[in-house]
C-alpha cells in the first residue's frame, strides 16, 4: 500500500479509513476474478492507477453532457426571456438542436491560421478544457460523490482556476489576429483583477469554518439553512454576492463578457477557432459555469446538506445539483437581462468596491469570531436579524433613490 | 533501490521539470520559454505534492503561474505584437549565466550531499501531516510574524507606488 494514495493529493473517498478505494477495489473486486495465472503477476499499484484513469475517462466522458444540456437550456431560457420560442426543430421541443450542433462541429474544417504560431494554437483548447475539467475533482457532489478530499480543497480550486488565464493568453497571441490579442489582454486583465475579490469572499468562509478542506466546509453547515454558511454571519452574506458576482466575470460571461464582446472584436480570443477546438472552449464554458456555481453552492448554500437537519429536502446528490442549476440559471437571467460593461466600469467595480468592501468583510468576520462561539445559536439569530433589516433599509433607500425624478439634463 | 509506482511517477515529474527548463533557457522564441516555464513551475508543483507540501504546491501554482506568469505575458503581448520575437544572446551573458548556474549547482549538490537520510524521509507517516495550519501558526502565532508583517507592508508601499507612477497627471 503506497503511502501516497492514503494521504493527500490522490483519490481518496472515506478519510477515516487508512486506504484507497481504487486500491481495495483492486484487491477486492478484479484480482480474484482474474485467471490464476495472471493474477500472480497483476500488481495492485498498477491496478489502482488503471481503475483511476478509467473512473476519469468516465468523468470526462459524463461532464460534456452537461455543456449540452446547458446550451440547450440558455437557448430556451434566452428565447423566453425575449419572447420567443427558441430551437424547435430538431427532436421534441428542440431537445436534440445541441447534439445536431455537436456533430455539424465535428465535421468542420479545423482551421488553423498559417500566420500564426501551430503549436500553442493547437495547445490553447486543452489547457482551458483540462482545467475547467481539474476543478470537478474537489466538488462534493454528496456526501460520498467526491473524487478527492484534499486537505486544501478550496485553495486547490482557485489555484487550477487561475491556469485557465494561461490558456486564454495563448490562444489569443498565436492566432496572430488582433481581435484575438486584444481578447485576451482584456481576459487577462479581468480574471487577474477579479480573483482578489474571490479570494478575499472565500477567506471569510474559511475564517469561519478554520480548513480548505471542501468536506469540512459542508459538513459545518449540517444545521439546516439557518446554519448555511450565508447566514452565519452578515458579512458572509455580503461575501455570497461579492463571490458570485466576481465568479460571473471569471467565466466571461454577460455582463463582463468583454473578452468576447461581440459587437467589439469579432469574438474575442476564440476568434480564429473552429470546428472541434471552438466546441472545446465552448465546452469548458458551460462546465466553468457549473463549476463556480457548484462552488458557490457548496461554500455558501450548504452544499449537499439539506434546509432542515437530518431531512433531505434541497440534500444530498440531488438538492446539490439543484442549486447549482438555479444558480446557473441566476447566471442565464443576468446574461440576457443587464447590458455589458465598460472597461473602466468592469474595473472600477472591481477595484473601488468588491475589493475595500471584501476587505471590510474579512475584519468584521475576524470581529465576529472574537465575539461569538464557534455554532453559538445566538450569533445566528443576531446574524439573521442584521441581515434581515439591512436588506429592508437598502430596499428602502433604492426605492427612494430610484423614486426620485431625475434632473434634467442641460444638453 | 526497489521500483516502485511513486518513484515513477516522481521521475515523471522530475524529467517534466528538468526538459521544460531545458526548453526555457534554450528556446529562442520569447513566448514559447514563457510558456515552457508554465510547465517548469507545475512540475515543481508537483515535487511538491510529492513531499506532501500540498499548501506550498497550490501557491506556487497561484502566484507564479496564475500571477506572474501571466504579468510576463502581459509585458511581452503589450510591448511587442510580432510573432517572431527572438532572444539575442552576446557571449559575455552566456559566460557570467553559465558561471553563475555552475556555482549555485555547485551548492546545491553540496548541500544534498551533507542531508543525512535524506531517502528516509518518505517511510515516516507522521513527518507528512497536512502543513496548512502548522504554516499558519508559524506565520501568525510563533516565529515569523514580525518578518510577514514586514513583507506586507512592503508590498503595501510597493503597491502604492504602482498606483503613484502609473496615477494620470492632473493638469491645472
Redo the contacts between chains.
Keep these: 500500500m503506497?503511502?501516497?494514495f492514503s494521504?493527500?493529493?490522490f483519490p481518496n473517498m472515506n478519510l477515516q479509513d487508512e486506504t484507497n478505494w481504487a486500491t481495495d477495489f483492486v484487491r477486492d473486486v478484479i484480482i480474484p476474478r482474474l485467471p490464476e495465472a495472471v493474477a500472480g503477476h497483476f500488481s495492485v499499484?498498477?491496478g489502482?492507477?488503471l481503475v483511476m484513469l478509467v473512473c476519469a475517462g468516465i468523468f470526462v466522458a459524463v461532464v460534456p453532457l452537461l455543456p449540452l444540456v446547458l446550451v440547450l437550456a440558455e437557448r430556451k431560457v434566452a428565447a423566453r426571456f425575449q419572447n420567443r420560442t427558441g430551437p424547435m426543430r430538431v427532436g421534441p421541443w428542440g431537445t436534440l438542436q445541441t447534439l445536431a450542433d455537436g456533430i455539424k462541429l465535428i465535421f468542420k474544417e479545423d482551421y488553423i491560421p498559417p500566420?500564426?504560431?501551430k503549436?500553442?494554437f493547437l495547445l490553447a483548447p486543452y489547457i482551458i478544457f483540462a482545467c475547467s475539467f481539474a476543478v470537478f475533482a474537489a466538488i462534493p457532489f454528496g456526501q460520498n460523490i467526491l473524487v478527492s478530499d484534499?486537505?486544501?480543497g478550496i485553495?486547490?480550486i482557485?489555484?487550477?482556476s487561475?491556469?485557465i488565464?494561461?490558456g486564454v493568453?495563448?490562444a489569443g497571441?498565436s492566432s496572430?489576429s488582433?481581435w484575438s490579442?486584444l481578447g485576451?489582454?482584456r481576459s487577462?486583465?479581468q480574471i487577474?483583477s477579479y480573483?482578489i475579490p474571490l479570494g478575499l469572499s472565500i477567506l471569510t468562509v474559511v475564517m469561519l469554518v478554520e480548513s480548505?478542506g471542501m468536506r469540512d466546509i459542508v459538513n459545518s453547515q449540517s444545521g439546516g439553512i439557518f446554519t448555511w454558511l450565508i447566514f452565519r454571519t452578515p458579512f458572509t452574506f455580503i461575501a455570497f454576492f461579492i463571490f458570485f458576482i466576481s465568479s460571473i466575470a471569471e467565466v466571461n460571461r454577460t455582463p463582463f463578457d468583454l473578452p468576447e464582446a461581440e459587437s467589439e472584436i469579432v469574438a474575442g480570443f476564440h476568434t480564429e477557432y473552429s470546428g472541434m477546438r471552438f466546441a472545446l472552449f465552448f465546452i469548458a464554458e458551460y462546465a466553468n459555469m457549473f463549476a463556480v456555481s457548484a462552488i458557490a453552492v457548496t461554500l455558501f448554500l450548504g452544499g449537499y446538506e439539506g434546509v432542515l437537519p437530518g431531512y433531505d429536502f434541497l440534500g444530498g446528490f440531488p438538492g446539490f445539483v439543484i442549486k447549482t442549476l438555479g444558480l446557473v440559471f441566476l447566471m442565464m437571467w443576468l446574461r440576457w437581462t443587464l447590458p455589458r460593461l465598460r472597461v473602466d466600469q468592469l474595473m472600477n467595480l472591481c477595484w473601488k468596491y468588491f475589493i475595500p468592501i471584501s476587505f471590510f468583510n474579512i475584519l468584521g468576520t475576524g470581529i465576529w469570531g472574537l465575539i461569538f462561539k464557534k455554532d453559538d445559536v445566538w450569533s445566528i439569530g443576531i446574524s439573521c436579524a442584521i441581515i434581515y433589516v439591512g436588506l429592508i433599509s437598502a430596499y428602502a433607500i433604492a426605492g427612494r433613490n430610484l423614486a426620485r425624478k431625475p434632473e434634467p439634463q442641460p444638453s | 533501490m526497489e521500483f516502485?509506482?511513486?518513484t515513477f511517477?516522481f521521475y515523471g515529474f522530475a524529467l517534466l521539470t528538468i526538459a521544460s527548463a531545458l526548453a526555457v533557457v534554450t528556446v529562442r522564441n520569447i513566448?514559447?520559454a514563457a510558456?515552457a516555464l508554465?510547465v517548469t513551475l507545475f512540475g515543481v508543483a508537483g515535487l511538491y505534492?510529492?513531499l506532501?507540501a500540498?499548501?506550498l504546491a497550490?501557491?506556487q501554482?497561484?502566484v507564479y503561474?496564475?500571477?506572474i506568469?501571466?504579468?510576463i505575458?502581459?509585458g511581452v503581448?503589450?510591448t511587442s505584437?510580432r510573432?517572431e520575437m527572438r532572444i539575442h544572446i552576446e557571449r559575455g551573458q552566456l559566460l557570467l549565466g553559465g558561471g553563475i548556474s555552475l556555482a549555485l549547482l555547485m551548492l546545491l549538490l553540496t548541500v544534498i550531499a551533507n542531508t543525512p537520510k535524506w531517502e528516509n524521509l518518505?517511510d515516516d507517516?507522521t513527518a507528512?501531516a497536512?502543513t496548512?495550519e502548522r504554516i499558519g501558526v508559524l506565520i501568525l502565532k510563533e516565529h515569523f510574524l514580525l518578518p510577514f508583517e514586514v513583507a506586507s507592508v512592503l508590498l503595501l508601499v510597493a503597491l502604492i507606488g504602482a498606483a503613484l507612477i502609473s496615477r494620470k497627471e492632473v493638469r491645472e
Design positions: 503506497p503511502e501516497i494521504e493527500g493529493f499499484e498498477l489502482t492507477v500566420q500564426g504560431d503549436l500553442l484534499f486537505n486544501i485553495f486547490y482557485m489555484a487550477i487561475s491556469v488565464v494561461m493568453i495563448m497571441w496572430n488582433k490579442l485576451s489582454l487577462a486583465a487577474v480573483e480548505l | 516502485t509506482l511513486k511517477i513566448v514559447h510558456f508554465m505534492v510529492f506532501q500540498d499548501f497550490a501557491t501554482v497561484i503561474v496564475g500571477g506568469l501571466v504579468l505575458l502581459f503581448m503589450m505584437g510573432l518518505t507517516g507528512f497536512p496548512t
